[in-house]
């Protein structure tokens, strides 16, 4: 089996280290001759500035082992011409997107081997052996990047909450401005679902597979947990700073200064200093404010 590598793994910390061991202990001493061949692949590094063409180099360095494990194939009465002997592991980070990317042109590249063993054009062949991204079959093209682009969705929003992040790649074979502005609005919807809604469902994970035992003897799961800061206490708490900067400007500024002015102010000093804290949360997240505000699960907790 073939295994594609996870990228950036230096650089994600603990998942970094522990992918990084585990490939070590699998290579053999001798590569070329064991069935499982790892292949390590930056993909923000190598498709830098949307050059999603540099997809082509997956298969210069390990083509001809991704693309010799064949496929499943009878003839018309059934009988088994070939069976595949390999399968792709493709890894990354979030195991969602990238993932969709790589493996979509990987399989892209088998089904042109699919066709040109059906008797397709040579010519026609050619041509899409030298394209990672297209096929010069439109139709085709047509209904395997809306294949690959639902799959990508659906698998998304049961591990993240929402659609997959480069799908307008998967469905049109570019980047698009508007592929891009989607992209962002799924990644901060991940990030409020990840850290104030995935509490509660590793909750309801927990109670199906009998992980969280209820019992009398044991304290009650639901009470507030020691230094848990919650979002309308949060809210409250910008909303009581406003009031009170309004009071000062208001009580202390210029008597010629409208009112309306002094609310702005106050109401525009509150707004740098959520924005400096969700800063702050984003980048610091686990320690301070961020790792208070983050809702835990509460039925096996982890330690704060």
């Given at each position: 089996a073939s295994r594609g590598g996870q990228d950036d793994a230096g650089k994600d910390g603990g998942?970094?280290?522990?992918?990084?061991?585990?490939?070590?202990a699998a290579s053999p001493a001798e590569p070329a001759l064991s069935p499982l061949q790892f292949l390590w692949f930056d993909f923000h590094k190598e498709?830098?500035?949307?050059?999603?063409?540099?997809?082509?180099?997956?298969?210069?360095?390990?083509?001809d082992i991704m693309l010799g494990h064949g496929w499943f194939q009878t003839d018309e009465s059934g009988r088994i011409m070939q069976t595949q002997r390999g399968v792709v592991r493709t890894n990354c980070m979030d195991n969602l997107d990238r993932t969709n990317v790589v493996q979509s042109v990987?399989?892209?590249?088998?089904?042109?081997?699919?066709?040109?063993?059906?008797?397709?054009?040579?010519?026609?062949?050619?041509?899409?052996?030298?394209?990672?991204?297209?096929?010069?079959?439109?139709?085709?093209?047509?209904?395997?990047?809306?294949?690959?682009g639902n799959n990508a969705d659906a698998m998304s929003l049961l591990y993240s909450g929402t659609g997959a992040l480069k799908t307008d790649f998967t469905?049109?074979?570019?980047?698009t401005f508007r592929g891009i502005l989607?992209?962002?609005?799924?990644?901060t919807m991940r990030f409020y679902i990840n850290n104030f809604l995935d509490g509660e469902?590793?909750?309801?994970?927990?109670?199906m597979i009998g992980r969280f035992v209820p019992s009398i003897d044991s304290a009650t799961p639901f009470a507030p947990r020691a230094g848990q800061e919650t979002i309308p206490g949060f809210m409250t708490k910008l909303v009581v700073l406003?009031?009170?900067?309004?009071?000062?400007?208001?009580?202390?500024?210029?008597?010629?200064?409208?009112?309306h002015r002094y609310v702005a102010m106050a109401l525009g000093t509150t707004a740098v200093i959520w924005m400096t804290l969700m800063f702050l949360m984003v980048k610091k997240g686990s320690t301070g404010l961020g790792r208070r505000l983050v809702v835990h699960p509460r039925l096996c907790p982890e330690p704060f």
């Open positions: 998942s970094g280290d522990a992918s990084d061991r585990s490939a070590g498709c830098a500035k949307m050059k999603w063409n540099h997809l082509s180099r997956l298969f210069e360095r390990k083509g990987i399989a892209r590249k088998v089904t042109v081997r699919i066709f040109a063993s059906m008797g397709a054009a040579p010519e026609l062949m050619l041509k899409a052996d030298q394209n990672v991204l297209e096929t010069p079959f439109p139709a085709f093209e047509r209904v395997y990047k809306d294949v690959w469905r049109t074979g570019k980047r989607n992209d962002g609005w799924n990644s469902r590793q909750d309801g994970i927990d109670l406003a009031m009170v900067l309004f009071s000062a400007l208001s009580l202390a500024g210029p008597q010629d200064v409208s009112l």
